[in-house]
């Protein structure tokens, strides 16, 4: 099984992968609370009104599952958050793909000037963190991994 | 409390996001509200009052607006508008370069009109805000857009 060769540094890569990737794109959100939550308005997924609240919590979201994964932290948690969170991205730009609405990714940035579209390159860069945070949840040792401690 | 339950490990993680982007979100400078606030779609269109208005209107009250010549924002990236916007429209590139714009045309009490790609896009209405905190007065904000607009087939134009 491919499983047998989630260890060792493969593991510690992806998770630091992911971890950097999930922080990075915390940041500019975090500051841009208005921003994100135009960016999200524009999705057309939630019901007008609760999109602010969404902009205020999911990028701390990203930031604790980021931070967590690094610090070898509640790994197994941050790893299903980062799961539900790629396949809701996912979802995301698929129904506005679907629907033809041209949209900012608001990804990692959300006050670029140029903005960055959202494309099946998008939802390809998004199954790649899926596969990392599989890779990481049926990982067979826990290296570098201070709480809990386990095994 | 086992912190070896993954599901466990959910939960607390997103309880620490929410205190904390909450907490944040309570003192920083530049917190936005939790819930945003709809505009209220306007009954009839008073050209005449002197009332500041900040209101949302339908494809018919845009066409009554369009036939007696009020001005029309598009608040879409400028890709969207070259594409295709309503006839006369002007884009939103640069903030200040709108207001000049807006300004060298008419005074700030005259309505105008402020749309985007379609009913769910927010760009509108923050544009039509950021237009009342620069002092204009009359803002309609025609939720149904571009989509609405170039479906009913009504006046409108590129740029090749």
Redesign the interface.
């Known amino acids: 099984m491919i499983k047998e060769y989630f260890k060792g540094p493969i593991v510690i890569i992806s998770r630091f992968i992911l971890g950097a990737v999930f922080v990075y794109a915390s940041y500019d959100k975090?500051l841009n609370?208005?921003e994100f939550?135009?960016i999200i308005?524009?999705y057309?997924i939630l019901p007008?009104?609760?999109?602010?609240?969404l902009?205020?919590?999911l990028?701390?979201?990203e930031?604790?599952?980021g931070i967590?994964l690094i610090l070898g932290v509640?790994i197994?948690?941050?790893t299903?958050?980062v799961v539900l969170m790629n396949v809701v991205f996912i979802f995301a730009i698929t129904q506005a793909l679907a629907r033809g609405?041209?949209i900012e990714c608001g990804c990692f940035s959300v006050t670029s000037e140029t903005?960055s579209a959202i494309g099946i390159k998008t939802i390809l860069r998004d199954i790649g963190y899926l596969f990392l945070a599989y890779i990481v949840y049926y990982r067979k040792d826990r290296k570098v991994e201070y709480?809990?401690k386990?095994i | 409390m086992n912190?070896?339950n993954?599901?466990?490990?959910?939960?607390?993680?997103?309880s620490?996001?929410?205190v904390?982007?909450?907490a944040?979100?309570l003192i920083r400078t530049?917190?936005?509200?939790?819930?945003?606030?709809?505009l209220e779609q306007a009954d009839n269109i008073e050209l005449d009052t002197d009332e500041p208005v900040l209101l949302t209107i339908s494809l018919e009250q845009a066409k009554e607006f369009y036939e007696k010549n009020t001005l029309f924002l598009d608040a879409r990236?400028e890709a969207?508008y070259n594409k295709g916007h309503i006839k006369g429209a002007l884009k939103n590139i640069f903030f200040m370069e709108l207001l000049f714009n807006i300004e060298s045309r008419q005074s700030k009490n005259k309505p105008l009109v402020v749309y985007c790609?379609?009913p769910?896009?927010?760009?509108s209405e923050?544009l039509a805000f950021n237009l009342q905190d620069a002092g204009f007065t009359k803002l309609y904000v025609f939720k149904g857009g571009w989509l609405e607009w170039s479906a009913a087939n009504y006046p409108s134009e590129s740029i090749k």
Request: glycine share 10%.
């Open positions: 975090i609370p208005g939550a135009r308005g524009n057309h007008f009104g609760i999109e602010n609240l902009a205020i919590i990028p701390w979201v930031f604790f599952v967590f509640m197994d948690g941050a299903i958050l609405i041209s903005g709480f809990p386990s | 912190f070896k993954h599901i466990f490990q959910v939960y607390i993680i997103l620490l996001s929410i904390i982007s909450l944040t979100n530049d917190s936005i509200p939790l819930l945003s606030k709809t990236d969207y790609g379609d769910g896009c927010g760009d923050d």
